[in-house]
């Protein structure tokens, strides 16, 4: 299965601006491990109980993509050319997964769009 892109699901979970870009999207969204574990744990801080976060993330039918070796040196890759930028680890392995995979990213962080990596970057908002 190919996916058209790796999403930040925060936005459309909490109806953030931008939400309807990600809805169109999330049929074909595919989601690092890494990037995972950021999602469920800003649900958490909201008060979310771990069974609304598993059943909410299981209605989405995302493709959980497994964090593996190739895509933490591909991350670490990254740190040199988005440190001015400030990109966490995360965001670093966000566009890492969608490098290697070959797809685009939606974010909402505008400075994405500055940061120079093969990746297409798609901002919603």
Known sequence: MRHESIVLLMNSLRK??????VAAEINHAA?????LTEVVTKLVDGG?????IQDTLAAL????VPFEEKMAYEASRLRLST?????SLGDRAC???ARILGVSVLTADRIWLQAKVEVDVRCIR
Request: hydrophobic share 40%; charged share 25%; proline share 0%.
């Open 16 to 21: 953030d601006d931008g939400a309807d870009k």
């Open 31 to 35: 989601i690092s491990t890494v990037n």
């Open 48 to 52: 979310m109980s771990e069974t609304d």
């Open 61 to 64: 039918n995302l493709t959980i």
């Open 83 to 87: 440190r001015v930028l400030g990109l």
């Open 95 to 97: 566009l890492a997964t």
